[in-house]
């Protein structure tokens, strides 16, 4: 039987405290729920002391929130826990996070104190939060760095004091997968009552091996991990929770197996990108825009042949409705007479042929190939021209205005207008074009580039949109942002239509 592996959400805890991710109440809610139906087993849901804000909302989530543990973090400090436990009242399972640093480093810069000091204040914490709450977890900050014979002493100190769950983190991301791994192992051979604990990791992504360390706990000892969606987190980010899930279902030789729907894993790191607006990087494993997309032309033969020649994962075992094959100028024949036939066109191998020096030139010319290209290419001049076409974009905000747009498409040669309003100016032209088209698609990622620099820079946005199960992508590029941003949707939208 396969060894359970708990997985510890801290997306709304270390995960917010990403510069500019900052969420309100209603948002961490949103996110939590999402976070329940991903099957994760515990939610840290802030730092209660920290702001009214942090407080109130573990307040909200744990009386929404039923089947994961709540947990609260505090600093091993009287007036940190009692908030901690206030804000936990309506918790149906709660716990509370406390510790200290474990690292010479810590304990003689951060804390200016000593070993003997630090030691009993660890005691002191778990033995006060304990009165209140029956579940505490306790972090020996900095870990990765810390001598080992202190951190036997004091993982052993706490346990004895009450501790439930002990967290070792390699908090500033040092350690190599070997060194921790053998770390979590003394541990589990030298601490005498280990066996009343959990052992959890809370790896950072510094030097680029959180997901490496963690797996090394895991393998020695570790059963409960500490991860954030998307990998979001302090500095470099935390373990990704995405990876630690997909590793373990797909490394069937690990044993361990979570409680991880992982359909939900695509769906709940594209809400939490767009409620942190913190785009997903393109090829972030997993998740990223390019986890599953192939421009190489003997990569497309392969997946077209058999999708496990190059993917490990079926797409759709993440949430991600299907693999992308990219037309560039690396694409080889079989990716090119799989799109032709996706639009209708049957062609024989010679005619392949000739179509495809064609194609390889236009490839050359443009990154790119879209359906419209490949219509031109068929000499279908109907269909290669844009079904929409931009006419007018004029819109008005400013405090304390309303934001309104006005949008004139030409669809078909005919011109339709339309005013709407919105959150700012981008939203209600998008909502202006969508009562024109009629059409009830879903802005799934919204990214804007500068060119250059300056004020008087050409901006170029990218976005996709989810409609009927499919993604489509669009591209605009403009000195007004506000037409760049309505020429990358117009350009989506044509791709639908």
Do not use: W
Not at 143 to 159: W, Y
Not at 186 to 208: A, P
Not at 471 to 494: E, H, P, Q, R
């Amino acid at each position: 039987m396969k060894q359970r592996i708990y997985i510890f959400d801290t997306t709304l805890r270390d995960g917010e405290q990403v510069p500019g991710c900052k969420l309100n109440t209603v948002e961490k809610i949103e996110i939590a729920r999402a976070l329940d139906k991903l099957g994760v087993d515990v939610i840290e849901a802030g730092f209660p002391i920290s702001s009214p804000g942090d407080f109130q909302s573990v307040v909200e989530i744990s009386k929404v929130i039923k089947e994961p543990i709540i947990c609260a973090l505090t600093r091993a400090v009287k007036g940190d826990i009692d908030a901690a436990v206030e804000s936990l009242q309506f918790a149906k399972r709660k716990r509370i996070h406390t510790g200290i640093g474990s690292s010479d480093v810590h304990i003689k810069h951060k804390f200016k104190s000593t070993r003997q000091e630090v030691l009993k204040r660890a005691v002191e914490a778990v033995k006060y939060a304990k009165k209140s709450v029956e579940d505490i977890e306790f972090y020996a900050e900095d870990a990765g760095r810390a001598d080992l014979e202190f951190l036997v002493k004091m993982v052993e100190a706490v346990i004895a004091a009450g501790a439930t769950v002990v967290n070792v983190p390699d908090t500033t991301g040092y350690c190599l997968p070997e060194e921790y791994g053998k770390k979590i192992n003394y541990l589990v051979k030298h601490v005498k009552n280990i066996e009343r604990v959990i052992i959890s990791t809370h790896c950072h992504n510094d030097l680029g091996m959180a997901t490496a360390n963690t797996i090394a706990g895991i393998i020695n000892g570790v059963r409960q991990v500490e991860v954030t969606v998307n990998g979001i987190g302090e500095r470099a980010g935390n373990t990704s929770l995405e990876e630690i899930a997909m590793i373990l279902k797909t490394h069937h030789d690990l044993n361990k197996q979570t409680n991880i729907n992982s359909r939900q894993i695509y769906p709940v790191s594209r809400l939490v990108s767009r409620l942190m607006r913190m785009p997903v990087q393109p090829n972030k494993a997993i998740v990223g825009r390019n986890a599953f997309a192939h421009s190489s032309g003997i990569h497309q033969d392969g997946i077209l042949k058999n999708r496990e020649n190059y993917e490990i994962i079926d797409p759709q075992n993440v949430g991600v409705p299907d693999s992308s094959i990219i037309l560039t100028a690396r694409s080889g024949r079989a990716a090119l007479n799989h799109h032709l036939e996706r639009l209708g066109y049957k062609i024989s191998k010679k005619q392949l042929t000739e179509i495809y020096k064609q194609f390889l030139l236009l490839a050359d010319k443009k990154r790119e190939i879209n359906d419209e290209d490949l219509h031109l290419l068929m000499g279908d001049k109907t269909k290669g021209k844009q079904k929409v076409e931009i006419k007018l974009v004029e819109v008005v905000c400013g405090t304390p205005l309303q934001p309104m747009a006005t949008v004139s498409l030409l669809i078909n040669g005919k011109e339709t207008s339309s005013t709407a309003s919105g959150n700012g100016p981008v939203d209600s032209a998008f909502n202006a074009v969508n009562k024109i088209v009629k059409k009830r698609v879903m802005l799934e990622e919204f990214l804007i580039q500068a060119m250059a620099q300056g004020s008087d820079d050409l901006g170029k946005v990218h976005i996709q949109l989810k409609y009927k199960d499919f993604i489509y992508y669009g591209f605009g590029a403009d000195t007004d942002i506000i037409v760049a941003s309505v020429k990358a949707y117009v350009d989506g939208l044509n791709k639908i239509i």
